[in-house]
């Protein structure tokens, strides 16, 4: 609407106007013609322009709105307060700034109803960048033109990933950190897209605080240089990029790099039983000297139910001078039920003191050749049913069995002659079975080997807290403490209350423990085997939690009988003696009561006991030992009389707990025998499942962008619905495409752009195809059935990185060469290995949540997922239709921009522009009251009129000079219209010097003003 022109019109008609205005009702015909304000009273001076902001769901590539809400606000002669009417004559020019460019936005479908309110569809265009833009407003009026802007930040879904260059570090040191940040779905990198470091001590303190523009490939960096006394523990670094977090954390302590390398390997990747199991390890310096005389303890531990041997649990052994070590087990155990996975770990230390640890993995088969499967109906396959498996041979440390000939045959049906089927590269092959009915298998048990009692350690570590200082225990301090727990052995015959808890005090100075506190008393064993250790190298206070165990020797336990009163301060004291008194059996076996009994006598704080024969038979070899930890006993208070009882005493030898024996575990499926020639043979078994009412299976999964897939229909026993009509493609963006299954269905469809132009020929069958037009992962579903294929790469990336040197000395300089098959971002991370001995190092998975665009929630045979796809690790068709098979879900398609409700105010600086004017003016009334005071008689006094007088010659002053002082509305200032904050300093209790110029008969300032329009 162009307001000068409907003021020229107005002129023109004025006096029609003023009759129209009087038959509409309108109180105010001005105000209404000059800026289409309805108002009930005339507008005193010239209105001010107030304008609101306010958009719904504004993004690029999607409509949204945007409200433009204008008013006037104005007062009125009799009323300073504003009040707002809503403005009808202005204009709006929409532009989006971004970056220092000012783009205009075009309004669609705009409306305007006159009342000052403009409302529009808007759409930004696609290729705006992600960031913190600016939506501006060019407001047109008759009164005053603002400028509006309100704050709109693009950011499209994305996935961020913060990695440091390290996760360990001193204080001192730099934390260097990354991120990368991705658009989620496509996963492509999004440039220059702002975003805040942001990084948190272990108290949760935030000690950087950093915007970042973003950089080229979605990459941004920064730094963080600790102090040398930054607090230890876990330090957290985040990249916040509009709606999206990525995060690492990296822990704070002082360590010290290990001095050795060291190695631990099997003979063989896998054991069959009776074969020599064999393991052989090597220490060298970091130099790469071998370590030799230094000592090996060697520990054991299944993974799985299979228990093994005891003797293989610990070894200790020392390296010879080439630094390396041996430890021959002996054969395998014939006990072995399928496969059993075992760790080793090998803690070796020099004759200096140092330590350096290592560890591998053994594994043992009952047979050469495993065999597990996938199929595509879940829990395993139907009874009676056409079932596509998806079966995988390996050896039992893991390798594929690839391109074999492999013989499949039902173990328990006679009827079966077998087949042979080939695997592919990955040792997948695919078979349709029909397995018959379910039979009942035979699982053998796990063997039982009881753990032997000079195994049990009395106590286990559980926790150690720092009472001395807000943070964690660092590494050194756990690893003393564990150590400590152990050496608390020989106190294992104080345990009173096995499966039970201890808490100790411990007070350290220097590192060293100089004091140890025991709540229930027993303080004098555990300090005699603490004080003197070593605990980290602080001084300060902590708290070690134990877990008791079961005594691995004889216990002894003690009954005070009293034929009359009673003491309970005499059964604790004798219950601590005998705790002591155990030492003295717990080599002997014994079961039962003792063969002597003592006579109790207490009188005073003196416990006198006469030891004699109980007439029970047995006798003990320690018994005068027994006997001797009972004498001297005293009570911490006199007992109030004269008191005897008789004391008994009972042992207990340990006993191991056989338990119930497992037994064979019979279960309803179906088994078959695997076998290849050359190699052996191995056993599958599979259990029912239930098929589907609808799968969709596709001709292949493995395509090129530019292929057509087909996908099949394929209905359970269950269905009697109809085939769809049509399926859709969606990529990790959404629908790609839609395609009829028949030309009869693609005949009905009333829109010519429904199905996609690209869409093959419909087949007429239970089939439909699609051309995958794009690489990525693309997912038909339908009715709860889905399929998903994977459109390789045009090009695959390969990186290759090489050295100038095989090796190098200290102080050498090193120079790598990297070379990437087509533009990339190369990340190089160098890390002394050795670190890894302290804190966990990142893998080669540590980027995959940003290079594939689907999840898989249960990878087929654990390990063939997107990722495996993906990265080129599947090689074989077989086993590539198994890996889609467990394919939940693609990433992009469940993330989309949300819906964004942004708005702004602007309102005219009516407070400011007053304060402006209302400085000026008292500026020059301060300087005209100090002018009278100056040429004032003695007796002449300042009243409230006189200052009012000076206000208005203030005001002709300026006027004359050409200088007027206007309020913000444009009138002439007025001091019935101030504000009172203001007005108050005008009072002439504050302008005059003398206080003897005002009149004594004191008439309020304030009142005064409010009177003088009266």
């Known amino acids: 609407m162009d307001w000068k022109k409907k003021a020229l019109a107005a002129i023109g008609v004025v006096g029609l106007g003023v009759v129209g205005v009087q038959c509409l009702g309108l109180p105010c015909a001005s105000a209404w013609m000059s800026w289409g304000m309805v108002v009930d009273e005339c507008p005193d001076g010239e209105p001010r322009v107030e304008v609101s902001l306010n958009t719904y769901g504004i993004e690029r590539n999607r409509s949204g709105n945007l409200t433009i809400d204008v008013d006037g606000v104005y007062v009125t002669e009799d009323r300073a307060r504003p009040m707002t009417a809503p403005l009808g004559d202005f204009d709006a020019q929409v532009t989006l700034v971004v970056g220092e460019q000012e783009t205009p936005v075009e309004c669609h479908d705009a409306w305007d109803d006159t009342r000052g309110l ?26 005053e033109d603002p400028v509006v802007d309100l704050d709109l930040p693009l950011y499209r879904p994305s996935i961020v990933h913060v990695l440091t260059d390290r996760p360990l570090y001193e204080g001192g040191h730099t934390i260097q950190f ?107 310096y970091a130099s790469g000297a071998p370590v030799q005389g230094a000592a090996v303890a060697l520990d054991l531990r299944g993974q799985d139910a299979w228990p093994p041997p005891r003797e293989w649990f610990n070894h200790e052994t020392v390296t010879d001078a080439d630094g390396g070590f041996t430890w021959e087990l002996g054969p395998v155990p014939e006990d072995i039920v399928d496969v059993a996975n075992l760790s080793v770990s090998a803690s070796i230390t020099d004759t200096d003191g140092d330590r350096v640890t290592a560890g591998t993995g053994v594994v043992l088969s009952e047979r050469p050749i495993l065999a597990e499967a996938v199929t595509d109906v879940p829990g395993g396959m139907v009874p009676e049913l056409n079932n596509r498996v998806y079966l995988r041979l390996t050896t039992p440390d893991g390798r594929a069995l690839g391109d074999e000939e492999v013989f499949v045959k039902n173990s328990w049906d006679s009827r079966d002659e077998g087949r042979t089927v080939d695997t592919d590269a990955d040792g997948v092959a695919a078979l349709q079975l029909d397995p018959g009915q379910p039979v009942s298998i035979t699982i053998p048990a796990q063997p039982v080997r009881p753990v032997p009692l000079d195994q049990i350690a009395p106590f286990a570590f559980k926790s150690l807290s720092v009472f001395h200082a807000p943070r964690t225990p660092s590494i050194l301090e756990q690893t003393h403490a564990k150590e400590a727990v152990v050496a608390l052995e020989t106190c294992g015959f104080l ?364 990878p087929a045979w654990g390990t063939l997922d997107a990722l495996a796809l993906t990265s080129g690790q599947v090689r074989g068709d077989n086993a590539a239709m198994a890996a889609v098979l467990r394919v939940d879900t693609l990433t992009g398609q469940t993330i989309q921009t949300p819906y964004s409700s942004l708005s702004t105010l602007h309102q005219p600086p009516i407070r400011a522009e007053t304060q402006t004017a209302f400085w000026d003016i008292l500026a020059d009334l301060g300087a005209a009251v100090r002018g009278w005071e100056s040429t004032a008689e003695t007796d002449a006094l300042l009243t409230n009129e006189d200052v009012a007088r000076m206000f208005d010659e203030v005001l002709d002053a300026r006027a004359a000079a050409g200088t007027p002082i206007l309020d913000p509305f444009g009138r002439r200032p007025r001091l019935t219209t101030l504000p009172e904050d203001l007005l108050v300093l005008c009072d002439p209790r504050l302008l005059v010097r003398d206080a003897t110029h005002l009149p004594e008969d004191v008439q309020a300032w304030t009142t005064f003003v409010a009177e003088m329009d009266r």
């Open 118 to 143: 403009l409302e529009c569809r808007i759409e930004l265009d696609k290729d705006i960048p992600d960031g913190d833009h600016t939506l501006r407003v060019h407001i047109d009026t008759p009164l």
């Open 495 to 858: 345990n009173h209350d096995a499966n039970g808890r201890r808490e100790l005090g411990i007070q350290t100075r220097a590192g060293r423990i100089v004091r140890v506190s025991d709540p229930s008393g027993d303080v004098a064993c555990f300090a005699d085997v603490l004080v003197g250790r070593a605990l980290g190298d602080a001084t300060g206070v902590y708290a070690l939690k134990l877990q008791t165990r079961s005594p691995r020797t004889t216990s002894l336990s003690s009954t005070v009988r009293f034929p009359a009163g009673s003491d309970p301060s005499v059964v604790g004291v004798v219950q601590n003696a005998t705790r002591h008194a155990r030492r003295c059996i717990e080599s002997e076996d014994l079961d039962g009561a003792a063969p002597f009994m003592g006579l109790v006598h207490v009188h005073g704080t003196a416990i006198d006991i006469n030891w004699q024969d109980s007439g029970r038979p047995g006798t003990w070899e320690n018994r005068s030992c027994v006997q001797s930890a009972f004498s001297g006993l005293e009570l911490t208070d006199p007992a109030t009389e004269d008191l005897i009882a008789v004391l008994e005493l009972s042992a207990s030898s340990p006993r191991v707990d056989q338990g119930v024996r497992p037994q064979p575990t019979v279960t309803s499926g179906f088994e078959y025998e695997v076998s290849i020639d050359g190699l052996g043979s191995g056993n599958w078994r599979s259990w029912p499942g239930v098929a589907p009412n609808i799968r969709l299976r596709p001709d292949r999964v493995l395509l090129d962008p530019g292929d057509t897939m087909t996908v099949e229909v394929l209905r359970g026993p269950d269905y009697t619905g109809d085939l769809p009509g049509e399926l859709e493609l969606w990529d990790a963006d959404g629908v790609v495409m839609r395609c009829a299954r028949t030309a009869k269905v693609l005949k009905a469809e009333p829109y010519d752009d429904y199905y996609d132009d690209d869409c093959p020929k419909p087949s007429e069958e239970n089939t439909i195809s699609f051309l995958v037009r794009d690489e990525g992962f693309h997912r038909v579903a339908w009715n709860g059935a889905q399929t998903v294929v994977y459109a390789r790469p045009k090009a695959a990336l390969s990186i290759d990185l090489s050295t100038d040197a095989a090796s190098y000395a200290p102080g050498n300089e090193a120079t790598l060469t990297v070379q990437a098959s087509s533009q990339a971002v190369v990340s190089l991370i160098g890390i002394d290995a050795r670190l890894g001995d302290l804190a966990p190092l990142p893998g080669a998975a540590e980027l995959s949540d940003l290079s594939v665009g689907a999840t898989s929630f249960s």
């Open 178 to 284: 990354r991120a990368l940040v991705l658009r989620a779905g496509s996963l492509e990198p999004i440039d220059n897209r702002p975003g805040t470091w942001t990084v948190q001590s272990p108290d949760g303190a935030t000690l950087l605080e950093e915007r970042s523009d973003g950089g080229a490939w979605g990459i941004s960096a920064s730094t963080f240089p600790l102090a040398d006394d930054a607090t230890t523990g876990t330090w957290t670094v985040s990249y916040t990029s509009g709606n999206e977090v990525g995060s690492a954390t990296v822990k704070v302590e002082p360590f010290t790099l290990p001095r050795m390398t060291a190695t631990l390997l099997p003979d063989d990747p896998w054991y069959a039983p009776g074969e020599d199991l064999v393991l052989r390890g090597t220490v060298s």
